[in-house]
């Protein structure tokens, strides 16, 4: 279970602690959290933002790069290639 207290989220003792331009993103989906998909859309951000900064990308401006990409790709090849591990920091 994991808990959003300011801006630190705390999943089962781990603290992950966001920028402040990621809280305003995901604050801005808080009223969903409590529905199924709701939940399952914040996660899936929270393990894009995660996977973004293991990768050694600034988690706004990879969610800016990705939002604007993914308009733009057509097939699941294309969207795929958006992933944070298959682009380097220095490509947008």
Not at 14 to 25: A, D, E, F, S, T
Not at 39 to 57: D, F, L, P, R, V
Not at 62 to 87: D, G, M, V
Request: charged share 15%; glycine share 6%; with cysteine.
């Amino acid at each position: 279970m994991c808990y959003l207290f300011g801006g630190q989220i705390t999943c089962e003792g781990i603290k992950i602690c966001l920028p402040k331009h990621v809280k305003n993103i995901l604050t801005l989906s808080a009223p969903f959290l409590n529905i199924p998909l709701g939940a399952h859309a914040s996660a899936s951000i929270y393990s894009i933002i995660e996977t973004a900064k293991a990768n050694g990308h600034e988690p706004y401006h990879y969610l800016c790069y990705l939002f604007n990409e993914l308009t733009k790709a057509r097939s699941l090849e294309e969207k795929l290639k958006l992933l944070p591990y298959k682009i380097a920091p220095t490509e947008y």
